[in-house]
């Protein structure tokens, strides 16, 4: 370790730390930077109630924290404005959503085959109703699951039915992972596809209040062939566009090449407000 013993003061000086004021004033009473003895600034800032960290050169990571044993437990990345924690570093404000049908609810409710359909968001459930009620276009034009969900939604009489499975988002998100998993009624499944979607949503409560418009996929992954009711098919979805917006409303769709089985979903969304 360096020492400034027996070394003149001209040859240690840039090394000491101090306040970036002029004057021998002590501790600030507000934040003041933190400087070499050339005046070269740090990224630390004191006063005598705050401490901050700022770069003055590169963003990148600004602050971490470890444990004796070089475990990282949290670490603040300037870059991407992320502050990560825990021994696996996830995300700190890490969150997770949920959308879900049993196969129960799904039965006699006339599901078409090559159709995209809405699946209920947070534990809500179908209802009863036609599975039309649900319908967010088709997946196919020449081969299954070749057409995205619909980018739009005009609601005449299903405003009931439809907001079951509207996720409104209310900051913004950036979507981790999306992981989902399905079971067949039947020993006969068929390919299956699901996909995450945003819109921009109609709040002005009039006549086209809870329409959908600039739809995105956020989230899909290649086609499943299910077996049937002899196993859960899981899928780590693809995310194809991360940054959700507040205001948006994502849904979760599923789509079938048959209508062999009802199906049971269970979808999860790991996500971050930004």
């Not at 044993?69 to 404000?93: E, F, M, P, Y």
């Not at 699901?194 to 995105?216: F, P, R, W």
């Amino acid at each position: 370790m360096p020492t400034f013993q027996n070394t003149t003061f001209a040859s240690f000086f840039k090394r000491i730390l101090q306040f970036g004021h002029a004057g021998n004033n002590g501790t600030p009473t507000s934040l003041t930077n933190i400087q070499a003895g050339d005046g070269k600034a740090t990224s630390l800032s004191l006063s005598n109630d705050s401490l901050q960290v700022k770069p003055t050169v590169d963003d990148g990571i600004a602050f971490g924290v470890q444990s004796k044993s070089g475990n990282t437990i949290l670490l603040v990345n300037t870059t991407d404005s992320r502050v990560l924690t825990g021994v696996s570093q996830v995300v700190a404000n890490t969150q997770y959503a949920h959308f879900g049908i049993s196969w129960v609810d799904t039965a006699g409710l006339n599901f078409l085959a090559d159709t995209h359909y809405a699946i209920p968001f947070g534990g809500s459930h179908y209802g009863g109703v036609t599975a039309a009620n649900y319908a967010m276009g088709s997946s196919t034009s020449s081969s299954f699951n070749d057409t995205n969900p619909a980018t739009s939604l005009t609601i005449s009489t299903t405003a009931h039915s439809i907001v079951r499975a509207y996720w409104y988002v209310m900051d913004d998100i950036t979507i981790d992972a999306v992981k989902w998993l399905h079971g067949a009624d039947t020993a006969t499944g068929e390919d299956t596809a699901a996909h995450l979607m945003a819109y921009t949503v109609d709040i002005g409560n009039g006549s086209t209040s809870g329409d959908l418009s600039s739809g995105t996929v956020v989230a899909d992954g290649a086609n499943i062939t299910n077996a049937g009711y002899e196993q859960i098919h899981y899928q780590s979805m693809t995310i194809q566009n991360a940054n959700v917006a507040a205001g948006k409303v994502i849904l979760f769709t599923f789509a079938s090449d048959t209508v062999n089985s009802d199906y049971s979903i269970n979808a999860t969304v790991k996500y971050h407000i930004r």
